[in-house]
């Protein structure tokens, strides 16, 4: 999709931003974004790396980053320099929640990902369904597990989330999503760069 070194850090995140502000927020594919993009409460922090262990190790300092600042309620770990291969990332996701266990943080922070390729398993890669997980660069998004415990406890149904989102996505058609990614990635989309967390 894009030439990804050339892409800046203040690129990527500002793309990243809007996308979940044009994307995930506008159609309401997570229904608890809202109130974390509203309230500042989401870090975006790009890995300058395209290297497996350096990503590995971003996203361990990340979860501790996360244990120290509570009031930071989500981290996407954005990876715009690597794994642009789908079977790469998915790879990483794999040794990322490895990791996780090992480190004592299985059921403390759960793993969400999001990939510019992301294609469901027995799903076309051209079926507009994956494009509710296909963003402008390869995703780790960190959630703490007790608050999504908390928000799908009060969410009527949750389990019928991921079902909308596809019958959604199918109605709209690949075309639509892909027109604003390419918007977005060439800095004419409409979301605002959030500001700097330390």
Not at 8 to 32: G, H, L, R, S
């Amino acid at each position: 999709m894009i030439n990804s070194m050339k892409v800046t850090t203040e690129a990527a995140i500002q793309q990243t931003a809007t996308w979940v502000q044009d994307v995930i927020v506008k159609y309401n594919f997570c229904p608890f974004a809202r109130p974390e993009v509203e309230q500042e409460k989401i870090r975006y922090q790009v890995v300058a790396s395209n290297k497996l262990d350096e990503a590995l190790m971003a996203c361990i300092q990340e979860c501790e980053w996360l244990d120290q600042h509570p009031e930071t309620e989500t981290t996407l770990l954005i990876l715009p320099y690597g794994f642009q291969r789908f079977e790469d990332f998915l790879e990483l996701v794999d040794y990322a929640n490895e990791l996780l266990e090992v480190q004592g943080y299985e059921g403390v922070y759960q793993l969400a990902t999001f990939h510019p390729d992301y294609v469901f398993a027995d799903t076309d890669a051209d079926d507009a369904a994956n494009y509710t997980n296909r963003a402008p660069f390869p995703i780790l998004h960190l959630l703490r597990e007790a608050t999504l415990e908390k928000v799908l406890a009060e969410y009527k149904d949750p389990e019928t989330i991921p079902e909308r989102n596809i019958e959604f996505a199918r109605r709209k058609g690949a075309d639509f999503f892909m027109n604003i990614l390419q918007r977005i990635m060439d800095g004419t989309g409409h979301g605002q760069a959030p500001k700097d967390k330390p």
